[in-house]
């Protein structure tokens, strides 16, 4: 991506930020070393890779690297045949039992990129036993670290024992007189007394160093010679086993250089996704929704440089519009919306979560240019124009389909009418090569081209007049104003000044103010009903996913209610096997009597009764339904499946969608996929054919039918909101219910509106063969948005 624009954007600082929170050198360079990727795939890995380590440190906070250090150059130098000291021994040992640790807890983790992550650590567990045998906590060589070191120092030790008491035996006793001072002090490792200048001759020795005045000579005696000889020899034994041991272990960390370094390599990569996951934490950031479409929604977005109170933004670019012209006073955030859009892209195509809501949604740009700032340079004999103007001649030849362009000022620094000009020319160009733009700027002719402009829109930054600060607060579809005017009369300029300068302006600036006055106010209100809308569809969404979450809790109760209840079945059928089975073996046995056989069939009944019964049987019980027939003529016979009323076909609709049934003298429209053949030898009622017992035993089953209507069917149909299609079919199918029930009148409520739905009701009724009379509702009943249906 374009170095410049990323330090433009202040990506720098917020990858200072994250190698703060690293624990090691090697984490700290990946942190410094971490740039926005442009691959889909690569930014999907980084973004898991801080989804799934959050998510860990949230259920277990306390897993990390713990103590580990930078061991590459130890191993490395290892590897070269060099021996290591103890102290870089210790950080080996300490490393490793932290891998140990974090391979441990990482282990069973059910998060892909952290389990395998755990296959990449080598605790090596006989390199750390022989560590840890060797050395103590402080990075002293112990005396198990081989067979002989500890003899060897023993032999030390007492070689020193035996030099010091002969000494102290001489310094007490034997050279008394000939001391400056009673004491066994150390010159060039050899134990030596003071001895006066003028006693020399009395102390037979070697002198190894003598006072600054002279007065006082440093002797070792001959006495004390040979003993300080074998505790010096004693001491080299010694030091020749240490080194010997150092370079075995040193050889030992050089056989295992290759697993070392993976595990190195692994814990820096844990430490730096942990880095990422606690900066994610302290952003209060998200993982934006990676999309396929070149469109940007931010949705309370914060820039992650800013202190104390920020005011978050919702920025959206690409929805129906390629270019955001955001304009507003000086000081208003203008260019902070400008970064923050820029930041958060580079955020997250480097795999940070940034610091908006749930909801935002980010593509992957294959490059992001920045122009913001002043480019004026004496040296280069640049104007701020010039500057301006070099950087985006850069980005013109660059920009295409997937990049993000951000212009801070554009066209600003030179004559306003040929800088505007200029601007247009600019955002028509990146508009029509598919790159998405956002540019700032204070003239009025921007904000009517992006007014005007298909591919564009106006964004503003909102400022408060009474406090004369910015509210920072972006809106989207609005064009701001400068309020050059009206801060300078808050302030308290001359209002005879402020008025001649209102008068300079021309009629054509005016009025252009005027429009753009205008052109506020209805998106304000445009701005209002989307956000309105976007609102109810947020809170259907969420009835939806309620409801849908009801309906699979409901699933997953009904299923656990029929697993267990197939289970006790199960069980019981078992005990009655059981039972029969030990019936069986206790007839065998014995002579058949009836007081036994009455037992064993009471105890079967029992069993048999605690069975519930099953769904397979009730299923076969039921008869299969008949075929629904679609080719009716008139005069044959038919049942109302739904209904449960039957009678003769009277009437079959153009198209035959629907019939009329006529029974015990009514008639009812019923759809014909709820018709049904009469079953054979039913009895006909209400057609003439059978005698007057027909006709009253179709008239009984009519009543009856309509008794268990009655029960059902209320006395007011509510059709609001219905379309007059629907409406018609539900009020068919209402008044032929409560026809069957009995009742004699009816409330039709249907509302005022356009009055289209109370027509084709009134019309409908009309018509309708089992109604009397139709007329509107009185004061009380619902005025002209109800209807009254006697039947």
């Known amino acids: 991506m374009d170095a410049r624009s990323i330090n433009l954007l202040e990506f720098p600082q917020v990858r200072d930020r994250l190698a703060e929170l690293t624990s090691f050198p090697p984490s700290r360079k990946l942190a410094g070393e971490l740039e926005p990727a442009s691959e889909r795939v690569v930014v999907g890995h980084a973004l898991d890779e801080t989804d799934q380590t959050r998510e860990l440190l949230v259920e277990r906070p306390g897993v990390g690297i713990g103590a580990a250090h930078d061991t590459g150059p130890a191993v490395e130098r290892a590897a070269r045949g060099g021996r290591l000291d103890p102290a870089q021994f210790l950080e080996l040992a300490e490393t490793l039992d932290a ?49 002989r070191l500890g003899g060897l120092r023993a032999a030390v030790r007492v070689a020193y024992d035996r030099l010091r008491r002969r000494l ?117 950031g998200i993982r934006a929704e990676t999309t396929e ?65 749930t909801g935002s949604r980010l593509p992957i740009f294959h490059d992001v240019f920045a122009d913001i700032g002043d480019e004026q340079s004496i040296a280069q004999s640049l104007s701020t124009f010039s ?27 030179t004559d306003p009418t040929e800088g505007s000009a200029l601007a247009q020319a600019l955002l028509d160009h990146f508009i029509k090569a598919g790159a998405l733009v956002a540019a700032t700027t204070h003239y009025a002719e921007l904000k009517a081209y992006a007014h005007t402009t298909g591919g564009a829109r106006n964004a503003s930054v909102e400022f408060d007049l009474e406090t004369l600060s910015p509210t920072y607060r972006l809106t989207i579809g609005l064009p701001g104003g400068s309020q050059a005017f009206a801060i300078a009369s808050r302030l308290g300029l001359d209002p005879a000044i402020v008025a001649d300068a209102r008068s300079r302006l021309s009629e054509n600036q005016r009025a252009f103010e005027e429009t753009l006055a205008r052109i506020r106010t209805t998106e304000g209100e445009t701005s209002e009903a989307l956000d309105r809308a976007r609102a109810a569809e947020l809170r259907a969404a969420e009835a939806l996913r309620q409801a849908d979450e009801e309906r699979r809790s409901a699933r997953r109760e009904r299923e656990d ?24 073996r206790v007839l065998e046995r014995e002579t058949v009597t009836v007081p036994i056989l009455d037992a064993a069939v009471g105890r079967a009944e029992e069993r048999l009764a605690d069975v519930p019964p099953g769904d397979a049987a009730t299923q076969e019980a039921e008869p299969a339904p008949p075929p629904v027939k679609l080719d009716w003529q ?41 018709l049904e053949a009469s079953a054979p030898g039913s009895i006909r009622g209400g057609d003439g054919d059978g005698g007057s017992g027909g006709r009253d035993d179709g008239r009984s089953t009519i009543g009856s039918i309509g008794l268990e209507r009655s029960r059902s069917v209320a006395s007011s149909l509510d059709l609001r909101g219905a379309r007059v299609d629907e409406a018609l079919d539900a009020l068919r199918s209402y008044l032929d219910d409560a026809a069957l029930a009995g009742l004699e009148k009816v409330l039709i409520i249907h509302g005022l ?15 309708h063969p089992l109604v009397t009379a139709v007329r509107a509702g009185e004061r009380g009943e619902g005025g002209d948005g109800a209807s009254i249906i006697s039947l």
Do not use: C
Not at 392 to 406: C, D, F, H, K, Q
Not at 561 to 584: H, I, M
Not at 635 to 651: F, K, T, V
Not at 757 to 764: G, K, N, P
């Open 561 to 584: 209610l029929v697993r267990a209840a197939r289970e006790e079945a199960v069980r019981l059928v078992d005990d009655l096997r059981g039972e029969v089975t030990e019936t069986r």
């Open 753 to 767: 509106g356009t009055g289209a739905l109370r027509d084709a009701v009134r019309s409908e009724a009309a018509t």
């Open 634 to 674: 008139l005069g044959e016979r038919a049942r109302s499946r739904s209904g449960g009323w039957e009678g003769r076909i009277a009437a079959l609709e153009r198209g035959g969608k629907r019939v009329t049934l006529e029974a015990g003298g009514m008639r009812v429209t019923v759809p014909v996929e709820d």
């Open 168 to 284: 102290e035996s001489l310094v007490g006793s034997e050279l008394g007189g000939a001391l400056q001072d009673p004491i066994v002090t150390l010159r060039n490792g050899r134990y030596v007394v003071p001895v006066k200048a003028e006693a020399r001759s009395k102390v037979k020795g070697i002198v190894h160093d003598s006072s600054g005045s002279g007065q006082t000579l440093f002797i070792e005696p001959l006495v004390a010679v040979e003993l300080g000889n074998a505790w010096r020899e004693a001491q080299v034994a010694a030091q020749e086993e240490i080194d010997r041991i150092l370079d075995e272990l040193s050889a030992l960390v050089a056989a295992n250089a290759t697993e070392l370094r993976e595990t190195l390599a692994a814990l820096a990569r844990f430490d730096f996704w942990a880095a990422k996951a606690q900066l994610a934490a302290e952003l209060d």
């Open 293 to 357: 479409r070149a469109e940007v929604i931010l949705l309370g977005a914060r820039h992650p440089g800013l202190t104390g109170r920020v005011i978050p933004i919702d920025i959206r670019i690409g929805d129906g519009y390629t270019a955001l012209v955001v304009t507003g006073p000086n000081t208003g955030g203008k260019t902070v919306t400008l970064r923050t859009l820029g930041l958060l892209t580079l955020m997250h195509q480097a795999g940070l979560h940034v610091p908006a809501e």
């Open 387 to 413: 500057g301006h103007l070099r950087s985006i001649t850069r980005i013109v030849e660059a920009a295409g389909p997937g990049t993000l362009v951000l212009l801070d000022e554009l066209g600003a620094g």
């Open 99 to 147: 891998a140990s640790r974090l391979q441990t807890s990482l282990a069973d983790d059910r998060r892909p990129l952290l389990h395998a992550l755990a296959r990449e650590i080598h605790p090596l567990p006989a390199l750390r036993s022989t560590l840890a045998r060797s050395f103590d906590p402080v990075g002293e060589l112990l005396d198990t670290a081989s067979p």
